[in-house]
């Protein structure tokens, strides 16, 4: 009887509610919008591609045979931004990062196009009896991070990609909007990218440096500025996972 006659006590409903669900603040617009260059609408190709080890030479020299016909043709609205080799992560590793002057239209363009393009039907052929497997993402750039430009070598490059938990983006974004001044007085800072299509809640960080030891000192001298470690602090809880890839630019990468 008394489970039966139980009182429904005033707010119990509403304080249960509370527990399970989640409060945030409305969102007047996309993430891509909020986050994104307004200045240029411009749309990039992040492309990973596994070699089979004993194809990795052959595979280098028909990129670099056929990669530059297509970033040096004004018929195509798309530039080749880097090409490299993963030196240490992930082995017989290549990284290709394309831009896409005009966003989704430049993109449909270039693809229309060169599936119509025998010579690259025949590349695709050829490069493809090399992989093991390969994936891509399409990115934006944060508003906040340098342009990438082609810079003169000879460098290393670290591409730091960070997976971080859905529903966080923003605030990964409003923390490093302050962290990246922390990390100009080398130049080191290449360009900052977050996810759009593929795996996503993904973000790029692409780094230059000298070399190896070059990238620890300028690394640790960040430690040593104010407000560095503060920003590490309130954004390593938003990762889920984080990889680091360190890696070399083939002879036609515009980054060297």
Same mark, same amino acid.
């Given at each position: 009887?008394?489970?039966?006659?139980?009182?429904?006590?005033?707010?119990?409903?509403?304080? @249960?509610?509370?527990? &399970?669900?989640?409060?945030?603040? $409305?969102?007047?617009?996309?993430?891509? !919008?909020?986050?994104?260059? /307004?200045?240029?609408?411009?749309?990039?190709?992040?492309?990973?591609h596994n070699v089979k080890p004993?194809?990795?030479?052959?595979?280098?020299?028909?990129?670099?045979?056929?990669?530059?016909?297509?970033?040096?043709?004004?018929?195509?609205?798309?530039?080749?931004v880097g090409t490299w080799n993963?030196?240490?992560?992930?082995?017989?590793?290549?990284?290709?990062?394309?831009?896409?002057?005009?966003?989704?239209?430049?993109?449909?363009?270039?693809?229309?196009?060169?599936?119509?393009?025998?010579?690259?039907?025949?590349?695709?052929?050829?490069?493809?009896?090399?992989?093991?497997?390969?994936?891509?993402? @399409?990115?934006?750039? &944060?508003?906040?991070?340098?342009? $990438?430009?082609?810079?003169?070598?000879? !460098?290393?490059?670290?591409? /730091?990609?960070?997976?971080?938990?859905?529903?966080?983006?923003?605030?990964?974004?409003?923390?490093?909007?302050?962290?990246?001044?922390?990390?100009?007085?080398?130049?080191?800072?290449?360009?900052?990218?977050?996810?759009?299509?593929?795996?996503?809640?993904?973000v790029h960080h692409l780094w230059?440096?000298?070399?190896?030891?070059?990238?620890?000192?300028?690394?640790?001298?960040?430690?040593?500025?104010?407000?560095?470690?503060?920003?590490?602090?309130?954004?390593?809880?938003?990762?889920?996972?984080?990889?680091?890839?360190?890696?070399?630019?083939?002879?036609?990468?515009?980054?060297?």
């Amino acid at each position: 009887r008394a489970l039966g006659s139980s009182a429904h006590r005033p707010g119990e409903d509403s304080w @249960l509610k509370s527990l &399970f669900v989640r409060k945030v603040d $409305p969102r007047k617009d996309a993430h891509s !919008n909020l986050l994104a260059k /307004r200045e240029t609408s411009s749309l990039y190709k992040l492309q990973f591609h596994n070699v089979k080890p004993e194809c990795l030479e052959a595979y280098n020299k028909l990129c670099q045979e056929v990669l530059p016909k297509i970033h040096e043709e004004k018929h195509y609205p798309c530039a080749l931004v880097g090409t490299w080799n993963t030196w240490y992560g992930e082995q017989d590793q290549a990284v290709h990062l394309w831009r896409y002057e005009g966003g989704y239209p430049a993109l449909n363009e270039v693809m229309s196009k060169l599936r119509q393009n025998k010579e690259f039907t025949e590349f695709r052929k050829e490069r493809g009896n090399m992989l093991l497997s390969r994936k891509n993402q @399409l990115l934006l750039e &944060f508003s906040f991070w340098n342009e $990438p430009v082609p810079r003169d070598g000879p !460098n290393i490059y670290e591409l /730091r990609s960070y997976q971080l938990r859905p529903g966080t983006m923003i605030e990964w974004g409003n923390y490093w909007a302050r962290a990246i001044r922390f990390r100009q007085d080398s130049s080191e800072a290449v360009g900052g990218f977050f996810s759009q299509i593929g795996q996503l809640y993904m973000v790029h960080h692409l780094w230059a440096y000298k070399d190896l030891q070059t990238r620890e000192d300028i690394r640790n001298a960040a430690w040593h500025k104010p407000g560095w470690d503060e920003l590490v602090y309130y954004t390593v809880p938003l990762i889920q996972e984080m990889e680091s890839r360190i890696m070399i630019p083939l002879k036609i990468s515009p980054l060297q």
